[in-house]
């Protein structure tokens, strides 16, 4: 089935809401968890999860999130293959 290019951008442009709506949750955990010193944090297969990990990797999925908006909004596609 063959969709039309307005209906390809708001599926893009819902996926790539997704990715800013999880990083700013994930930024705000990691946020969380870098203020508090009472949680125990546990060590996931040899790699250490701290607060500052989650802030990194909020700050990337925004990123990626905003850049997808661009690339949809200014019908850029070369940036979507990045």
């Not at 990083?23 to 705000?28: E, F, I, N």
């Not at 944090?41 to 905003?66: P, R, S």
């Not at 661009?70 to 979507?80: E, H, Q, T």
Request: negative net charge; proline residues 0%.
């Amino acid at each position: 089935m063959f969709f039309s290019n307005e209906t390809v951008r708001r599926i893009l442009l819902a996926a790539f809401g997704v990715f800013v709506f999880m990083g700013l949750a994930t930024l705000g955990y990691g946020i969380y968890l870098a203020a508090t010193t009472e949680i125990d944090l546990q060590n996931v297969e040899g790699l250490e999860v701290n607060g500052f990990t989650a802030i990194f990797n909020g700050l990337v999925d925004i990123a990626i999130g905003a850049m997808g908006f661009v690339a949809i909004l200014k019908n850029k596609k070369f940036l979507l293959y990045l």
